[in-house]
């Protein structure tokens, strides 16, 4: 089915026609359309017009509402002020567009005019390293933000950029060859939590020698250059290294309920081979320079304390590489053998002079362009709840699996609460509260303008109250149960009724759906659409309490046009939700 124009988009047309029939010497005037408190919308564009044109904009407002004429859109349109048009929606329209809505699977949600190919980078971990609760953000934004571009049609392609390649490796392998059982399990059979004990061990043990054992330590860096250079022992050892951790983040993702494929992942060491031909590149096309011996990238607003320009380095003087030039070989890479037409970057605020630089270098020489462009989505931090970086009472960072599981824990205590009330078994308790533990730490996160930090207070996080993830849920479960109680009766669209002022709110917010995902998609900025969602559920709330749906005093008609409002808010909360990455359990 093709996409429902939103009502707005109706309004916006209708206005534009009537302004070019009205005013012809004004051309393609835009209305200014926008929601208003006084009425449906408002059109504050004549005002701008009347200047232009140098008129009355009372009287140009009047002459467009007389070449609007009356239809079945539009109701009351009042002439405001100093020539505002104060529009009302007919009560039939409105629901001939949720009508339309319903029968769409999509709900009438359109596909973006040009998709392409965005190649997201996000959930990018450390091997043989711990997950901690600075990884959260990445993956929570990133994959939030595949699901709504897939759902506008973009082409997406997910890429998690490891961290697999440099010199703790030396030390790592070294130790390995030295202490050849440290990590003898199968790994098929291993569980994340074994396979990060096995790491953690072997790296506390690796350490201690590395630091107290000048032998051992030169091994160590030997080891490296073994491992730079291809060495097949070497590179066997380091790819155990790979296995274990990736079972270890494979159970974390899991807790998150987020699926990570295995060729989504390509590492620092994916781009290895790419980086003497990325550095020739940018040297041959004098995009870098030699500056003491290193490969290096200058720019005019980039300058240190001291007033002297900061480069960006590119090839050290030593000859080892940075990470830019791994950042630009994965350009490279993504735009030439990817087809990338946007490149999505969901990493820490505090990298932000870094890719300015990265992607002001791509494009100096021409990996990016008009047509390619790249972007990042830069998050904050999290704070626990005296507003500074999360820590435990140790002072230690977060573990990000002690984290999901107290929040799993947290939320299976308040669905336990409400269990007996609602017959919930023992099963659906447990799924429950992983459920709603789970979405209360994506939702918190997502809930927040990703630049922004937040804080992480779990108490508040699954409350049934507020502008929560659970808040959201019991909406969802609250309409499910509605429908079960309808037995028979079927949700039926009436256009002919006249709506309440809570109906009629209800049904303008279901609208703006589409348009919603649209700005979202092309905005990066998933919290507008937790924010919708949110005062979807609120609206959804005073429509309870304004409009009973199973009532005695309901002809049949009214009945089934209450049914056909909360079902389509049910279907876009579980829309919207699934985009966030968050369940919504029909029980709670």
């Not at 534009?16 to 005013?23: K, M, Y």
């Not at 390995?176 to 506390?204: V, W």
């Not at 500056?291 to 090839?315: E, M, R, T, W, Y």
């Not at 500074?388 to 336990?416: I, N, Q, S």
Request: net charge negative; charged share 25%.
């Amino acid at each position: 089915m093709a996409s429902v124009p939103s009502l707005a988009s109706n309004v916006q047309q209708r206005l534009a026609d009537a302004l070019s029939a009205a005013l012809p010497e004004a051309g393609s005037a835009d209305p200014m359309l926008r929601r208003s408190d006084r009425a449906d919308f408002q059109a504050n564009g004549i005002l701008a017009l009347a200047k232009q044109l140098k008129g009355n904009p009372r009287e140009l407002a009047t002459k467009v509402v007389e070449a609007l004429g009356a239809d079945d859109l539009l109701g009351d349109i009042e002439v405001s002020g100093p020539g505002f048009l104060n529009i009302t929606i007919t009560d039939e329209a409105i629901v001939r567009t949720l009508a339309a809505r319903a029968a769409d699977a999509r709900l009438g949600v359109p596909h973006a005019e040009k998709p392409g190919t965005t190649v997201i980078d996000y959930a990018q971990p450390n091997v043989a390293k711990e997950m901690h609760v600075g990884h959260l953000r990445s993956a929570v934004i990133g994959a939030a933000m595949v699901e709504i571009l897939e759902f506008t049609g973009e082409k997406v392609v997910r890429r998690h950029h490891i961290g697999d390649w440099g010199t703790q490796f030396g030390m790592l392998i070294q130790y390995l060859i030295e202490h050849p059982h440290e990590l003898d399990h199968k790994a098929d059979s291993a569980s994340g939590e074994e396979a990060m004990s096995n790491l953690n061990r072997l790296y506390k043990a690796s350490r201690a020698i590395f630091d107290s054992d000048p032998e051992f330590k030169d091994r160590a860096r030997r080891r490296v250059v073994d491992l730079q250079s291809g060495d097949k022992e070497t590179l066997a050892l380091w790819q155990r290294f790979v296995d274990e951790s990736k079972i270890y983040f494979y159970s974390v993702f899991e807790k998150l309920d987020m699926e990570i494929d295995d060729p989504d992942i390509v590492g620092e060491s994916g781009y290895n081979d790419m980086l003497v031909e990325t550095c020739r590149l940018l040297e041959e096309s004098g995009v870098a320079v030699r500056s003491n011996g290193a490969l290096c990238v200058f720019f005019d607003d980039v300058k240190g304390p001291d007033g002297n320009p900061v480069p960006l380095i590119v090839q050290k003087s030593d000859g080892g590489f940075g990470y830019a030039a791994t950042d630009l070989s994965a350009i490279r890479d993504r735009v030439q053998n990817l087809g990338a037409t946007t490149l999505l970057y969901v990493v820490d605020a505090r990298q932000s002079l870094h890719f300015k630089m990265v992607f002001e270098t791509a494009r100096r020489i021409g990996w990016l362009n008009d047509d390619v462009k790249a972007a990042q989505l830069a998050f904050g931090t999290v704070l626990g709840k005296d507003g500074k970086p999360f820590k435990t009472r140790e002072g230690e960072t977060v573990r990000l699996e002690d984290l999901l599981d107290e929040a799993v824990d947290r939320a299976t205590a308040v669905v336990r609460e409400k269990a007996a009330k609602v017959g919930l078994t023992e099963q659906e308790i447990v799924e429950n509260g992983r459920y709603v533990g789970i979405g209360a730490v994506k939702y918190a996160d997502l809930s927040t303008s990703a630049v922004r930090d937040y804080k992480f207070d779990l108490d508040q996080m699954v409350s049934l109250n507020g502008d929560t993830s659970v808040y959201l849920q019991y909406a969802y479960a609250r309409i499910q149960s509605i429908l079960r109680k309808a037995g028979d009766a079927r949700p039926a669209a009436h256009p002919e009724l006249a709506l309440a002022p809570a109906e009629r709110a209800l049904g303008l917010h279901l609208d703006q759906f589409g348009e919603v995902l649209t700005e979202v998609a092309a905005s990066h900025e998933p919290h507008k659409l937790a924010a919708y969602l949110y005062q979807l559920a609120s609206h959804l709330t005073t429509f309870y309490d304004q409009c009973q749906v199973i009532s005695e005093d309901n002809t049949v008609e009214v009945f089934e046009n209450r049914l056909f409002l909360v079902d389509l808010t049910a279907r876009t909360l579980h829309q919207g939700m699934a985009l966030l990455g968050i369940r919504t359990p029909e029980r709670l």
